[in-house]
C-alpha cells in the first residue's frame, strides 16, 4: 500500500486536489486529504494529473511485421498518454466475423497495452443474424460506414433492437465519401431513426487519434474501469508539467496542443513512458472484455 498525495487530477476544466490510496496496482480510496503517516508516500505536486487515454485507430498495421505495430503503438498510443488501443475489423460478410477477430486478438497480444476490437459493417449487414453473433463474442461497438442517405432504409429495426438485447453494443456511425452538407443529413436520419426506434447508439461519429470522452466510454462499457479515479479501478494515468497556460484548459485542449508538457504516463501501475523513452514491455495488454455496455449511470 502507498499515497499518492497532492493529485491535480483535471476533469472538466476543473483541478480537484486529492490522495489516491493504491494497493496491487489498483485505487482503494480516495481523499481530500490525509494523515496517514504509516504508509509511503509519492508527491505529484508539481504535475497536473488526468486518466491514460482511450483512443480509437482504424489503421493499425496488425497484419504486418511486429517492428511496424511496434512503432505504430510508441508513435500513435504510448507518446500521446494512450494505454488502450479502440480499433475493428472491417466485415464484408458475417462469416468472416471469427476469423477476423482472432486474426487481430492473435497480433495485439504483443501488445505493451491494453486493446478493445469492434466491428465494421455496410449497412446491408445490420441483420438479426449478425447482431447476434456480436453479443455472442461480446463486442462492444458496432461502426456502421454508411455511404448514401437510402442506405438506412428497409432495415427492420424492431428486430435488430430485439436481437441486440441484452448485451446493447452501441450502433456507432462512419460517414464516409459524402460532402459535409450531405454527412450531415446522413447523421440527422441516423439519428432520427435510432431515437424513433429505441436503438442502442452514438449519434455522432468518433474522432480517431483523439481522447474518447467519458460517454462514449460508457456506451461501449470501458467507464469506469478505464478513464476515471474511482475507488477499484486500475491505475493508469498521465502527469503533464504544470504551467500557468495549463492550469484551466480542459482535457482536450491538454491531449491536442501540450503535449510538450507531458512527461510520464502509468498503465495498471507501472511506468511505461517517462520523458522521452518509452518501456515497451510486449504482452503485457490485455484484451479488454466488456461485461455490460453502457452499465454505468453518468
Same mark, same amino acid.
Given at each position: 500500500?502507498?499515497?499518492?498525495?497532492?493529485?491535480?487530477?483535471?476533469?472538466?476544466?476543473?483541478?480537484?486536489?486529492?490522495?489516491?490510496?493504491? +494497493? /496491487?496496482?489498483? &485505487?482503494?480510496?480516495?481523499?481530500?486529504?490525509? =494523515?496517514?503517516?504509516? $504508509?509511503?508516500?509519492? !508527491? %505529484?505536486?508539481?504535475?497536473?494529473?488526468?486518466?491514460?487515454?482511450?483512443?480509437?485507430?482504424?489503421?493499425?498495421?496488425?497484419?504486418?511485421?511486429?517492428?511496424?505495430? +511496434? /512503432?505504430?503503438? &510508441?508513435?500513435?498510443?504510448?507518446?500521446?498518454? =494512450?494505454?488502450?488501443? $479502440?480499433?475493428?475489423? !472491417? %466485415?464484408?460478410?458475417?462469416?468472416?466475423?471469427?476469423?477476423?477477430?482472432?486474426?487481430?486478438?492473435?497480433?495485439?497480444?504483443?501488445?505493451?497495452?491494453?486493446?478493445?476490437?469492434?466491428?465494421? &459493417?455496410?449497412?446491408?449487414?445490420?441483420?438479426? =443474424?449478425?447482431?447476434?453473433?456480436?453479443?455472442?463474442?461480446?463486442?462492444?461497438?458496432?461502426?456502421?460506414?454508411?455511404?448514401?442517405?437510402?442506405?438506412?432504409?428497409?432495415?427492420?429495426?424492431?428486430?435488430?433492437?430485439?436481437?441486440?438485447?441484452?448485451?446493447?453494443?452501441?450502433?456507432?456511425?462512419?460517414? =464516409?465519401?459524402?460532402?459535409?452538407?450531405?454527412?450531415?443529413?446522413?447523421?440527422?436520419?441516423?439519428?432520427?431513426?435510432?431515437?424513433?426506434?429505441?436503438?442502442?447508439?452514438?449519434?455522432?461519429?468518433?474522432?480517431?487519434?483523439?481522447?474518447?470522452?467519458?460517454?462514449?466510454?460508457?456506451?461501449?462499457?470501458?467507464?469506469?474501469?478505464?478513464?476515471?479515479?474511482?475507488?477499484?479501478?486500475?491505475?493508469?494515468?498521465?502527469?503533464?508539467?504544470?504551467?500557468?497556460?495549463?492550469?484551466?484548459?480542459?482535457?482536450?485542449?491538454?491531449?491536442?496542443?501540450?503535449?510538450?508538457?507531458?512527461?510520464?504516463?502509468?498503465?495498471?501501475?507501472?511506468?511505461?513512458?517517462?520523458?522521452?523513452?518509452?518501456?515497451?514491455?510486449?504482452?503485457?495488454?490485455?484484451?479488454?472484455?466488456?461485461?455490460?455496455?453502457?452499465?454505468?449511470?453518468?
Amino acid at each position: 500500500m502507498y499515497i499518492i498525495e497532492n493529485a491535480h487530477i483535471l476533469k472538466d476544466k476543473q483541478l480537484t486536489i486529492c490522495s489516491l490510496f493504491v +494497493k /496491487n496496482e489498483q &485505487i482503494t480510496m480516495v481523499q481530500k486529504c490525509t =494523515s496517514h503517516d504509516q $504508509f509511503m508516500r509519492m !508527491d %505529484l505536486e508539481p504535475y497536473i494529473m488526468t486518466p491514460s487515454y482511450v483512443l480509437l485507430s482504424s489503421t493499425i498495421p496488425y497484419k504486418g511485421s511486429f517492428a511496424a505495430l +511496434k /512503432n505504430y503503438i &510508441i508513435e500513435h498510443f504510448l507518446f500521446k498518454g =494512450s494505454t488502450t488501443i $479502440f480499433t475493428y475489423v !472491417d %466485415l464484408s460478410f458475417q462469416k468472416e466475423l471469427s476469423d477476423k477477430l482472432n486474426e487481430i486478438k492473435n497480433a495485439l497480444i504483443s501488445s505493451p497495452i491494453d486493446f478493445i476490437i469492434g466491428v465494421k &459493417i455496410p449497412p446491408k449487414l445490420i441483420t438479426p =443474424s449478425l447482431l447476434r453473433s456480436c453479443k455472442k463474442y461480446k463486442i462492444p461497438a458496432i461502426f456502421i460506414e454508411i455511404k448514401e442517405l437510402d442506405e438506412l432504409e428497409g432495415i427492420p429495426w424492431g428486430w435488430i433492437r430485439e436481437a441486440m438485447f441484452p448485451f446493447n453494443s452501441p450502433l456507432i456511425p462512419i460517414i =464516409s465519401s459524402l460532402e459535409k452538407k450531405e454527412a450531415r443529413m446522413v447523421l440527422s436520419k441516423w439519428k432520427d431513426i435510432m431515437i424513433k426506434e429505441k436503438i442502442p447508439a452514438l449519434y455522432e461519429t468518433i474522432e480517431e487519434n483523439a481522447p474518447i470522452p467519458i460517454s462514449i466510454q460508457n456506451k461501449i462499457g470501458l467507464y469506469p474501469q478505464k478513464g476515471s479515479f474511482m475507488t477499484g479501478t486500475e491505475l493508469s494515468y498521465n502527469l503533464y508539467l504544470k504551467s500557468k497556460e495549463i492550469m484551466k484548459v480542459d482535457e482536450e485542449s491538454l491531449f491536442h496542443y501540450h503535449s510538450n508538457r507531458l512527461v510520464v504516463t502509468v498503465h495498471k501501475g507501472k511506468v511505461i513512458r517517462s520523458g522521452d523513452k518509452v518501456l515497451f514491455s510486449p504482452g503485457s495488454g490485455e484484451y479488454v472484455k466488456v461485461r455490460t455496455p453502457s452499465y454505468f449511470s453518468l
